[in-house]
């Protein structure tokens, strides 16, 4: 099973970009579709994004279709969110996720979590 760690989180002005990086350990990590959520406080976590196994498939929901960005590097056991556009309202602890199989938007269909990094965007 692999272990996941976020990093590149930050505090942005509206407006700005940030890219936030998970590392995954485990020589399985290639078999493993991958997601990103987000929590704000008070809030349930939200889907942001996610990328199949093979990367050749993504999915995101409309509040972020367009402005962010999933990726992967199976060379590097990493999968990026980048993040353009930011505002106020996508002020969040910003966490990864890992699963088998085919990628999902539901954050109960993934079974392995990083301990997530706080995205903050001031106006």
């Known amino acids: 099973q692999v272990q996941l760690v976020e990093s590149g989180g930050g505090s942005v002005q509206a407006g700005g970009s940030l890219r936030l990086s998970c590392a995954a350990s485990?020589?399985?990590?290639?078999?493993?579709?991958m997601g990103w959520f987000r929590q704000a406080p008070g809030k349930e976590r939200e889907f942001i994004a996610a990328i199949s196994w093979s990367g050749a498939g993504t999915d995101y929901p409309d509040s972020v279709k367009g402005r962010f960005t999933i990726s992967r590097d199976s060379a590097k056991n990493t999968v990026y969110l980048q993040m353009n556009s930011l505002n106020p309202e996508d002020t969040a602890v910003y966490y990864c996720?890992?699963?088998?199989?085919?990628?999902?938007?539901?954050?109960?269909?993934?079974?392995?979590w990083g301990q997530g990094t706080q995205v903050t965007v001031s106006s």
């Open positions: 996720a890992a699963k088998k199989g085919a990628l999902r938007t539901s954050a109960g269909e993934y079974n392995v």
């Open positions: 485990g020589r399985t990590f290639s078999s493993y579709a």
